[in-house]
C-alpha cells in the first residue's frame, strides 16, 4: 500500500512544521513560559513607564525606570524568540531546494520517499518516531524530519495512514 502527499512547500508549509517541530523540543513548556512572562512584562513596563511620569518625588521615578529597564531587558529574549520565528521560515527557505515547488512525498512499505531527493529513499529502519498531529504526521528520521499534513494526502483517510504508521514505527500522539 502506498499513501502519497502532495503539497506546495511554501511559508505555510514550513511555518507548520516548525511549529510542531518546536512543539516536541524537551524546552517547549520552558519557552513558552519565558515567551508569556515577556509579554506580560512589555506589557507592564509600559504602564509603569507611562505611570511614572504622574510620581511626585524624582526618585520614586528612578526607582519604577530601573524596575521598569531590568524587567523589559531581563524578559526580552523569550519575545526576541518570538519574532524571530519569521526569520527561521525565512532561513528554511533558503537552505530548502523544495521551497515554492510542487512536493509529492511516498510514503510505503519500503519507507518515505520524495520527488525532490528521488535518490534518497528513507526506509523504515531509518525512521526513529512518528507523531501525531490533530493535522498531520511529524515523521522523525536520522537524516531530518518531515511534516506530512493531511490536506495533503491524496485518495486516502488520515486513519489509515495512521494505522500503516503503527506497523512499521512508533506512532506517538501530540498532547
Not at 493535522?135 to 494526502?153: K, M, N, Q, R, Y
Request: glycine share 8%; proline share 5%; charged share 15%.
Amino acid at each position: 500500500m502506498t499513501f502519497i502527499y502532495r503539497f506546495v512547500a511554501d511559508r505555510g508549509y514550513f511555518r507548520a512544521a516548525l511549529r510542531h517541530i518546536d512543539s516536541q523540543r524537551p524546552d517547549h513548556a520552558r519557552q513558552r513560559l519565558i515567551l508569556t512572562a515577556s509579554l506580560v512584562g512589555i506589557g507592564l513596563f509600559a504602564t509603569a513607564y507611562i505611570g511614572s511620569f504622574f510620581a511626585n518625588p524624582p526618585w520614586d521615578k528612578a526607582i519604577v525606570v530601573g524596575l521598569q529597564f531590568g524587567v523589559l531587558f531581563g524578559l526580552l529574549p523569550g519575545f526576541v524568540r518570538f519574532l524571530t520565528q519569521g526569520t527561521r521560515v525565512s532561513q528554511l527557505r533558503r537552505a530548502h531546494s523544495a521551497f515554492g515547488r510542487n512536493v509529492t512525498v511516498a510514503l510505503n512499505s519500503t519507507g518515505l520517499s520524495d520527488s525532490e531527493a528521488p535518490h534518497k529513499q528513507m526506509p523504515w529502519s531509518s525512521i526513529t518516531h512518528c507523531t501525531r498531529f490533530s493535522d498531520g504526521i511529524l515523521v522523525f528520521a536520522e537524516a531530518g524530519t518531515h511534516w506530512l499534513p493531511d490536506s495533503a494526502l491524496v485518495d486516502a483517510q488520515p486513519s489509515d495512514v495512521e494505522n500503516f504508521v503503527q506497523t512499521h514505527s512508533r506512532l506517538e500522539h501530540a498532547v
